[in-house]
């Protein structure tokens, strides 16, 4: 079975869309570099790397630094599919990131998106 598109898609070109997303309903560009720092450990300097290096998804969520073990707390539906019952582990952590961005976008605060007790 092919792999699904998103794989070899540029992490750099869906990064902007993340931000215009947040910077629609009034979030910053912070808050989505805050939110990928906590789900996968790149943070400041890492995350520009990726950034230029255009990596793809799959080569961004394989080198993270520390995907963050809390993750799994993340529940819910994205594109019509619960992110938990997602097999597959990269489409699983591609839709993470969803799911947070989509909760930022939506109002929640990052107490509650960073799954902070």
């Not at 309903?25 to 943070?43: H, M, N, P, V």
């Not at 790397?49 to 819910?76: H, M, V, W, Y």
Request: net charge positive; with cysteine; glycine share 6%.
């Amino acid at each position: 079975m092919a792999k699904h598109r998103i794989y070899t898609t540029s992490f750099a070109s869906v990064y902007p869309l993340y931000i215009a997303k947040a910077e629609q309903k009034g979030r910053t560009k912070a808050e989505i570099d805050q939110i990928i720092a906590w789900l996968t450990g790149y943070r400041g300097a890492e995350l520009k790397a990726q950034l230029e290096k255009q990596a793809d998804f799959e080569t961004f969520f394989a080198k993270a630094p520390r995907l963050n073990p809390s993750r799994t707390l993340i529940t819910g539906k994205v594109c019509g599919v619960r992110v938990e019952e997602i097999a597959e582990p990269t489409m699983r952590e591609i839709r993470y990131l969803d799911k947070l961005i989509d909760e930022l976008a939506k109002g929640k605060a990052m107490e509650k998106i960073l799954r902070k007790p």
